[in-house]
């Protein structure tokens, strides 16, 4: 026999909330086993507070998403140019046959080796002795370096640093967001339970199967045991039915 499956998750907590809010007060007008009305305006009183809890966590995610994205996309950009910086600061060595010193300006050993960068934090370091060094390299009288030149990373540092200072605004926003929900899971979980206690009462004197196509009404959600049919369908079979000894053709 299908079990009861209380609600898992923020989402399907609201779907029992709103099915419930919407199909109750028919039932009650019409006298049919329900909910009882003390909680059914339980029910529509605590939607209007956990609701716009609901939709800002949704939104505290989505902007907090965003923040990462734009903080990667400038991430991978800084990235890009502080290589090719370090190649083309090797390759003019080399072309011009300057000594290995010059690279220590720009952050490199003497022996040209690309440093692993591990993190953000260590990417904006070289980025910053990349800046610093040019100009401390054209002051030992060495040409500035070009394609790309150390005036191109100065506007990409900064978006870099701009785009990774969104991040933690949005991290707390998103906790915050967070803590209200969470703190509400409990009485809506009770009055998942109660709409479940009211019409195990009002149903009792129905069949199994009977109560529980009433309660999904209600959005309440019933699981089949392992290998198990579900419930038919109103006016058809259970999904999945053994009767049928063939599959239907695909539809054109």
């Known amino acids: 026999m299908p079990t009861y499956q209380s609600a898992r998750s923020d989402a399907s907590r609201l779907s029992v909330l709103d099915t419930t809010a919407s199909v109750a007060p028919g039932d009650i007008a019409d006298s049919k086993p329900s909910i009882t009305q003390n909680t059914l305006t339980k029910v529509v009183a605590f939607i209007a507070i956990f609701r716009p809890l609901y939709n800002a966590l949704s939104g505290a995610l989505t902007g907090r998403m965003k ?79 070009a394609n790309p030149s150390a005036a191109e990373i100065v506007p990409i540092l900064a978006d870099a640093r701009a785009q990774a200072a969104d991040i933690p605004p949005a991290d707390r926003n998103y906790d915050d967001a967070q803590a209200a929900v969470q703190a509400q899971r409990p009485a809506a979980d009770l009055l998942i339970e109660d709409i479940h206690g009211d019409l195990v009462s009002s149903l009792r004197r129905d069949d199994a199967p009977s109560q529980r196509r009433v309660m999904r009404s209600y959005g309440l959600v019933f699981v089949p045991l392992r290998g198990e049919l579900p419930d038919p369908e109103p006016g058809g079979s259970a999904t999945g039915s053994a009767t049928s000894g063939t599959t239907p053709p695909p539809s054109a």
């Open 67 to 145: 923040e990462v994205r734009e903080r990667e996309a400038a991430r991978l950009l800084l990235d890009t140019y502080v290589r090719d910086f370090w190649e083309v600061l090797k390759r003019r060595a080399h072309r011009l046959e300057q000594p290995a010193e010059v690279l220590g300006y720009y952050g490199l050993p003497s022996d040209g080796t690309i440093p692993v960068i591990s993190n953000f934090d260590q990417l904006l370091g070289f980025a910053d002795n990349i800046v610093k060094g040019d100009a401390d390299a054209v002051n030992a009288g060495y040409p500035p370096m």
